[in-house]
Each structure stands twice: as C-alpha cells, then as structure tokens.
C-alpha cells in the first residue's frame, strides 16, 4: 500500500532522513513511534507532501506519488492543533475542502451527517462554533473533516497529545474502533509509548531518522532488536555483571555478563511459578514499596543491581522495607546487547 524506497530528507546541510525504507500494507494502523526531534513527524509530512524527499521514491498503491502534490495523494491529515477554523461552525469545518471541491450541497450534507455520526458528533454540536466544543470534541471535528473527504490513507501526528490523561485514553480506543470499522490505512505518530502499544497493529521505532525495529507491538516491547528500543519502549531493570553472574550461578545458561543486560519490572517474580516455567531464584533485600492500586513497585536491592518488580496486588501480604525478597526470574526474559 505504502513503500518509502530509499528516502533522504535534508534541510540544508541537516539530514533529517538518511534512508528510510519502509512498508505499511493496506487497512494497517501503522505507528511511527520515537522522542522528539527523531524524524517520524518529517517522515509522516513527506508521505503526505507536505515536504519533498532529497532522495527516494515514495509509492501509493503501487504508483510512485513522491513529486505529486500533497491535494492529489487523497491522504487525509490531522495535526497536533487540529487546525481548525475558530470562526467556523463544526459543520462548516467538517464541510470544508468538499466546498473546495466545489461538491453539490445536497451531497455535502448527506457526508457530513454521515462522518458526524460516525465520530460520534451530535447534529445540535454540528450547530455549534468549534471553539463552544471541547477538546476531544474538537479532535473528532479534526478527524471527520479528513475523513470526509474519502482519503485512502489517514494520518495523524500526535493528535491526543493536547488532551489530558484519561480523556487520551478514552479518545484512543474510539480512534482505533473507528479505524477498525472503517477500514482505512493509517498511519499514526507519537512519542507515547503506551499510545503505540495499545493501538498499533505494527509499530516503526524512529533514532535519529534512522527506524530500529519494526514490528508488532509485542515483538517490540518483548524481542526488542536494540538497546534503543529496549530502553525506550517501557520500564526496564539494568542488571549489573555481578547480578547476571548470579543468574549463571543458579543455572542461567546463555547470558554473557560482559554485555548490557536488561528486564522488565512484571519479568521479575517474588514468589515461585505454579507452571513448570524454569526459573532461577536469587535473593534480595527490600528497599521500597510504591503503592500504585492494580499493583505494587518494589526495589530491592541485589548483587549490586537495584531491581525493580512490578507486583499485582491481592495475592500474598506486602513486603516490609528492610526485609529479605526472593526473585525468580526466566533467564529467557533478560534481553542483552
């Protein structure tokens, strides 16, 4: 569906871009996921024409669309600030560029009531100025305005980053069940992590302009290829030489304690398995206990690593600070570099 085949972006001796090959196939939600400054938003703006590649070919369905202008790639976008019209109703908005096309009004009502129904905009706020609406009312506003416009692929720069936490969290499962039923490709960019691993069906982790792993959401959080993307996607334990040498001394085969090693805070066990995982047990003492409902954070310290273990609550009592902790921990989980 799309293919960047070699891209370079420069702006002037900056080379935002060095060579960027990608694939994101049809109907997929597709992520470009990385801190600011790393090129995911240049890469997104060039797909949509917003900016001419130095090299490479960008492809569309199999046509080459790099020196088309943005207006005829049929790619619909929404901006961080929406980009909306203040003195506009939300009407007015949504209906926007069919105007420009200069659609037949009847037709241009029967859209409108279509994709407001669908994003779940009441015909009393269509009625209303944009800036009567909420935030996440305004960013439905945004997204019915692209979609409106029956774009093959959608995309969105870090359209939720406006609104606050559980607004975000609300808004993104309705973007993502909107995507599902409508079918459309889309290609999504943030720097939230969380926001990528729940709503993407295959993620691309930017560095520097530079993609250091593609994949599913679990592929990247569990199999991460890099120590970027390890350290960037979630929370991670660094194990020291002298933890990892523990490991080896409790059975632990295949680890190589002269490398960067690493696991996760739910990877770590403070009570034995009831399956047959095969685990190595090593001990500690507690540090701290946090309290976070759903679960508890503890640090522990052990064999010179500070380990932090993530721990749903309503199982066994709590851990005082200043007691002994046993940790079982799969060998297979610690990811090393």
């Known amino acids: 569906m799309i293919r960047y085949d070699n891209i370079e972006v420069r702006f002037g001796d900056h080379v ?6 990608l694939e ?7 992520t470009l996921l990385g801190p ?9 703006r060039t797909l949509a024409g917003f900016i001419e590649p130095s090299r490479g070919d960008i492809s569309i369905d199999g046509e080459i669309a790099t020196r088309l202008p943005s207006e005829k790639r049929r790619v619909g976008m929404v901006f961080q600030n929406y980009a909306l019209f203040p003195s506009m109703s939300v009407e007015e908005n949504i209906a926007f560029g069919l105007r420009v096309r200069k659609t037949k009004k009847s037709e241009i009502d029967t859209l409108v009531a279509e994709i407001a129904s669908q994003v779940e905009l009441t015909p009393a706020q269509l009625a209303k100025n944009v800036s009567e609406l909420s935030g996440g009312q305004q ?3 945004a997204i019915a305005r692209a979609l409106v416009l029956k774009p093959r692929i959608l995309l969105l720069d870090e359209p939720l980053s406006n609104l606050d936490a559980k607004l975000r969290v609300q808004l993104r499962e309705q973007l993502k069940n909107l995507q599902r039923e409508l079918g459309i490709t889309t290609v999504y960019v943030t720097h939230d992590q969380e926001e990528a691993l729940t709503m993407s069906d295959r993620i691309a982790v930017f560095n520097h302009g530079v993609v250091e792993q593609v994949g599913t959401p679990e592929e990247i959080y569990n199999r991460s290829k890099t120590e970027f993307v390890c350290t960037f996607i979630g929370a991670m334990n ?5 933890f990892v040498r523990e490991l080896q001394r409790g059975g632990a085969t295949g680890l190589d304690a002269g490398k960067s090693s690493y696991l996760r805070l739910e990877k770590v066990a403070l009570h034995p398995p009831r399956t047959g995982t095969a685990v190595v047990r090593t001990d500690g003492v507690v540090a701290q206990r946090s309290y976070h409902g759903a679960f508890s954070t503890y640090e522990i310290e052990s064999h010179g690593s500070t380990i932090r273990a993530m721990v749903p609550e309503g199982g066994a009592e709590p851990l005082a600070e200043g007691s002994r902790a046993d940790l079982y921990i799969e060998p297979a989980s610690v990811l090393q570099y």
């Open 238 to 242: 660094r194990l020291t030489g002298d």
């Open 36 to 44: 600011s400054g790393c090129g995911k938003t240049t890469a997104l």
């Open 139 to 141: 960013q439905r506003v």
């Open 16 to 21: 935002a871009i060095p060579d960027l090959n």
């Open 24 to 30: 994101i196939g049809r109907g997929e939600f597709f």
